[in-house]
């Protein structure tokens, strides 16, 4: 099976701009979740999809939002953005015979200048 | 304080030592994930444990659900072990079942 795969895998904004990332899951896995990580404050929790349902949300403002189609990839979306948001965000798809196993992809490197 | 504390933050080792890295947490858990991300790679996922002991080569991962403590032990290290080593909690339900994570282990493993 191929793995989680996650586009684009860098991506360079300016402050104020907004930005999509997408993320492919592992074929039968229904959730997909996503996280940031920075040096500072590790790995965070952002939210998590469910048969196109968000089932959970971490503690992030408005402007980081996701959706998940029909097929179960998954799109997170950043609206003006700030320099603090420059991080890799990394997505998980679980599901299946795995159960809540994490299966992650590759990240996103996103730098806001 | 964290909801996750891990220790020790860097470990140095000698290739062949048996190394343990420790997980504290705070709240009641559905699962405990420990993780393996290499610099500059992907996160891998060792193990996803809510009860006893695992074991998978020459990693093996243990809980005590009461005392609300995991460890993870790599046996026989290897360079190739070195990497960060992230534990990673998920609550129980409702807001709470999503996961908590440590601030992770940097172990370097010299030949």
């Known amino acids: 099976k191929a793995g989680v795969t996650q586009t684009p895998r860098y991506l360079i904004k300016t402050r104020g701009q907004q930005v999509t990332l997408s993320c492919s899951p592992i074929?039968?896995?229904?959730?997909v979740s996503w996280y940031q990580q920075t040096p500072g404050q590790g790995l965070q929790f952002l939210f998590e999809?469910?048969?196109?349902?968000?089932?959970n949300k971490g503690n992030f403002p408005g402007r980081f939002s996701g959706r998940q189609f029909s097929n179960s990839r998954s799109e997170m979306n950043v609206s003006t953005l700030e320099l603090g948001d420059s991080a890799l965000y990394l997505c998980?798809?679980?599901?299946?015979?795995?159960?809540?196993?994490?299966?992650f992809g590759p990240g996103t490197r996103l730098t806001v200048l | 304080k964290n909801e996750v504390e891990q220790s020790p933050q860097n470990l140095t080792a000698q290739e062949g030592e048996f190394i343990t890295i420790n997980c504290s947490y705070s709240?009641?858990?559905?699962?405990l994930h420990w993780l393996q991300q290499h610099p500059g790679g992907g996160i891998v996922s060792l193990f996803m444990?809510?009860?006893g002991k695992k074991k998978h080569g020459r990693l093996i991962a243990t809980i005590n659900i009461q005392e609300k403590h995991s460890s993870l032990h790599i046996t026989a290290s290897h360079p190739r072990d070195s990497a960060v080593y992230i534990c990673?909690?998920?609550?129980?339900?409702?807001?709470?079942?999503?996961?908590?994570f440590g601030k992770g282990t940097l172990l370097t493993v010299n030949p």
């Open positions: 074929s039968g896995h229904r959730s």
């Open positions: 999809y469910f048969s196109e349902t968000q089932r």
């Open positions: 998980a798809s679980s599901g299946g015979t795995s159960g809540n196993e994490q299966f």
């Open positions: 709240v009641g858990i559905s699962a």
């Open positions: 444990l809510s009860s």
């Open positions: 990673a909690v998920r609550g129980l339900g409702g807001s709470n079942y999503k996961l908590t």
